[in-house]
């Protein structure tokens, strides 16, 4: 089974809609992060957690919210969707923890996000 | 703020020589990494090399190897022996040592010519 999972994996809304992708995570990481891929502009954070109570915006949070409802869930909502928000989604998480994955993000399969 | 440059869009070599990816980063933080990822047409992310910017060493893992110039803010990879499956989009990524936050460049498509 996949460490990280994204639900659904591809979308396709209308403008004005408000839509919510999942991730879950079975790796025990306590950092998730939301990152939307554009072409050209390579991967760009939109929100990261340390944990339950610690939620912090990224570069392009304008448009987002998201929601960490345990250790190993972390959602992204788009209130009213438009259609530049058109992009490809990746959720990650890391482990501060020392060793030879430290500070390695492990991403989810991405969600394929289309606003019509 | 972190930025990365990836200033090769497209890139191409023949099946079985090497090629070097090139990237450049500017930051202001003392402690952080430096990744290599790699995109196949599946799209999923994966880590091909990472780089702790303490270690003089540049990092290896069998085919990839990176040219790590600390004072130039350089991190290339190199790949030898291209295979056909090496062909993907490279993503040159930053992490900070405090918050893990990546910040990617822009990204250099591989082909792979048979």
């Known amino acids: 089974d996949a460490d990280v999972t994204q639900t659904p994996r591809n979308r396709i809304t209308k403008t004005g809609k408000r839509i919510m992708l999942e991730c879950s995570q079975t790796?025990?990481?306590?950092?998730m992060y939301w990152y939307r891929q554009d072409p050209g502009l390579g991967l760009r954070l939109i929100y990261y957690?340390?944990?339950?109570?610690?939620?912090n915006k990224g570069e392009i949070s304008d448009g987002y919210s998201v929601s960490r409802q345990a250790q190993a869930k972390f959602s992204l909502s788009l209130e009213s969707a438009i259609p530049n928000q058109t992009a490809l989604y990746f959720c990650?998480?890391?482990?501060?923890?020392?060793?030879?994955?430290?500070?390695?993000?492990?991403f989810g399969p991405g969600t394929r996000l289309t606003v019509l | 703020a972190q930025t990365v440059t990836q200033s090769q869009p497209e890139m191409s070599v023949q099946e079985a020589e090497t090629v070097t990816l090139s990237c450049t980063y500017d930051?202001?933080?003392?402690?952080?990494?430096l990744f290599w990822y790699k995109q196949p047409p599946s799209r999923q992310m994966i880590l091909v090399i990472r780089?702790?910017?303490?270690?003089?060493q540049n990092a290896t893992e069998n085919r990839f190897s990176v040219n790590f110039q600390k004072a130039a803010k350089s991190f290339s990879l190199k790949i030898s022996d291209s295979q056909l499956g090496d062909a993907a989009m490279y993503f040159c990524?930053?992490?900070?040592?405090?918050?893990?936050?990546?910040?990617f460049g822009q990204g250099t498509t591989l082909q792979v010519k048979p």
């Open positions: 990650a998480t890391s482990d501060p923890g020392q060793g030879s994955s430290y500070n390695e993000q492990f």
């Open positions: 790796k025990g990481h306590d950092r």
């Open positions: 957690s340390f944990d339950v109570k610690d939620i």
């Open positions: 930051t202001s933080e003392s402690d952080y990494y």
């Open positions: 780089q702790e910017a303490y270690k003089q």
């Open positions: 990524a930053h992490g900070s040592g405090n918050t893990g936050k990546l910040i």
